[in-house]
């Protein structure tokens, strides 16, 4: 179904010398983004989620170094649209593109921070606007691609912000919604939808869409259903109690393979007993390897089969070659270990365990993730685990870096005692089946929450640690001039020695550093963009709260910060 709802466009006009107004006068020269562009940005460019399709959070530019990033000033900043603000901004053709909760974009002049136009999705219907996290959106061609609250995916005139579709692609009254935007693939928008714990008669999915037209080419199940693969993994539930699966954080792809990588997120109810299963419940909790043609699902790994805490697996999926004549797939979930796959087939390869949880056992040579005793939970029975259901790690994604070989991982490191409850199964109920919480600090750091971590992609090696008080609050963000880019809840934003660990730069920011910074280039200058605000679950609101009370930040202050090296003059 095809629609164009009533819009909000605000385009800003931009004054000329000569007394005319433009809503383009600056982009002018725009280059259409092409796939091979994609695959391989120019160094200039961040024009995916992660800069690359293989997720790795990498810039290959080098003018600012550990020699130097001392040396880092603000150059722009510029005030985002209230709600909770999680954003990845986007670089191509010298235009900034920072996607707005609930569904939107703002677009700056990447070089001063002018805005040059921005879109305001408005609600399809009669509900209110959303200002629910939106963390990424998609450019390609000469368009970009927003994903909204109401679970519609719009494409704009990437140079004036106009609208040429929009599609409706799930029903908001049966819960479904988007928090993360698209990647394009094959001349393809690919999103993952949430909003999948209330019960129905469908299921979560990942979908694939014309990218010129909206058209829906395939949708991929991220639940099965009753009588088809995997759909006995579910026991005798019917499809009516089979939820959770939620695809809420974007995929990688590889062309070499031509797969994509997707992570799914737990059943729901959280609990065995809640769900009335004790059963794998696939496709929940998997690196799921979809054909980008079909959409079908080529191989799946399930992480924590049955899985039972709200401990999911659902994050980035990095590929990198580590030893010659494998090609693998990483990612690390809530419990914090890493999982090391095959990509071309699934096998499983290694799994290195943080030891920052106490709740499964894996068999390093087979993968295979048990329970230890006493650690499934019972209802109304209160039960204490590390880490706590927000997990180690979480949507604030690790990054790579090819000279070291290592990922650079933020960490959260609590515990929690919780009671889980039962869950009615009717028609429109369901839910995650929480009932009470108590955070606690990890007995492996009493005096700090807080941890960036450096892993050797190879052996699993921890290189080094910095702990803080506070918990980060962004992705990590690697360069080639030696860097780790990260940022924390107490407002510090930190800029680290990949090599070693140390300091090299810090600075405060008005509230707390979030999303997912990004680095890139402008007429040879090159740039570090920052966002911060407010928003991002229990890792910035109760956790904080209970174990780090004596530390406040501003609320509703969401802005992107922008720094670089001094200019040069000459004399």
Not at 363 to 387: H, S, W
Not at 554 to 564: K, M, P, R, T, W
């Amino acid at each position: 179904m095809k629609r164009r709802a009533p819009l909000v466009v605000g385009v800003v006009v931009i004054l000329l010398a000569v007394g005319k107004l433009s809503t383009s006068a600056q982009v002018v020269a725009f280059k259409p983004v092409t796939d091979a562009m994609l695959l391989n940005p120019d160094p200039s460019d961040w024009p995916n989620w992660r800069r690359t399709l293989n997720g790795w959070g990498y810039s290959p530019l080098k003018q600012i170094t550990t020699q130097n990033v001392n040396q880092l000033q603000l150059a722009w900043s510029w005030g985002l649209a209230p709600g909770a603000s999680q954003p990845t901004p986007l670089v191509s053709n010298g235009m900034m593109y920072v996607p707005s909760p609930g569904g939107g974009v703002q677009t700056l002049d990447a070089a001063s921070g002018d805005l040059l136009w921005e879109y305001r999705a408005k609600p399809a219907g009669d509900e209110a606007p959303r200002t629910t996290p939106m963390r990424n959106l998609a450019v390609y061609d000469d368009k970009v691609y927003i994903a909204t609250a109401d679970a519609r995916l719009i494409a704009l005139n990437a140079r004036t912000g106009a609208v040429v579709w929009d599609h409706q692609v799930a029903d908001t009254k049966l819960g479904y919604t988007y928090s993360s935007g698209p990647i394009v693939v094959k001349g393809m928008i690919v999103a993952g939808i949430t909003g999948c714990q209330r019960y129905k008669n469908d299921v979560c999915f990942i979908s694939a869409h014309d990218a010129q037209s909206g058209r829906e080419v395939w949708r991929t199940a991220t639940i099965a259903r009753p009588g088809e693969p995997g759909g006995d993994t579910w026991g005798e539930l019917p499809l009516m109690f089979r939820a959770g699966g939620d695809a809420w954080m974007p995929g990688s792809y590889d062309p070499t393979v031509n797969l994509i990588y997707w992570g799914t997120a737990q059943a729901k109810p959280w609990t065995r007993f809640a769900r009335g299963t004790d059963g794998d419940a696939l496709y929940t909790n998997c690196t799921l390897a979809i054909d980008p043609a079909t959409g079908k699902i080529v191989w799946y790994y399930q992480h924590v089969p049955g899985e039972t805490h709200d401990l999911d697996e659902a994050f980035e999926r990095i590929l990198v070659d580590v030893t010659s004549g494998r090609s693998s797939v990483f990612t690390m979930g809530k419990l914090g270990i890493l999982w090391e796959l095959d990509r071309r087939t699934g096998a499983f390869v290694s799994a290195h365990d943080l030891r920052y949880q106490n709740v499964v056992d894996v068999d390093p040579r087979t993968g295979k993730a048990t329970y230890r005793p006493n650690m499934i939970p019972k209802a109304g029975v209160e039960i204490e685990f590390c880490p706590s259901s927000s997990g180690v790690k979480s949507l604030r994604a690790m990054a790579y870096h090819p000279d070291t070989q290592a990922f650079y991982i933020p960490l959260n490191l609590s515990c929690e005692k919780g009671t889980f409850s039962n869950v009615e199964r009717v028609e429109g109920g369901g839910g995650a089946g929480g009932g009470r919480r108590k955070n606690l600090m990890h007995p492996e750091s009493p005096d700090g929450i807080g941890e960036l971590l450096a892993m050797s992609a190879r052996t699993g090696e921890i290189l080094w640690r910095h702990r803080t008080r506070t918990p980060p609050t962004t992705a990590t963000l690697t360069t080639a001039g030696g860097l780790v880019v990260v940022g924390d809840f107490d407002r510090y934003l930190y800029v680290h020695d990949a090599a070693t660990g140390r300091t090299l730069f810090q600075t405060r920011l008005p509230t707390s550093v979030q999303g997912f910074p990004i680095t890139y280039a402008v007429n040879g200058r090159q740039y570090i963009a920052v966002p911060a605000g407010t928003g991002g679950g229990q890792w910035v609101t109760t956790i904080p709260a209970e174990l780090t009370p004596e530390k406040k930040i501003a609320q509703g202050a969401n802005a992107i910060f922008v720094f670089a090296l001094p200019e040069r003059r000459d004399r």
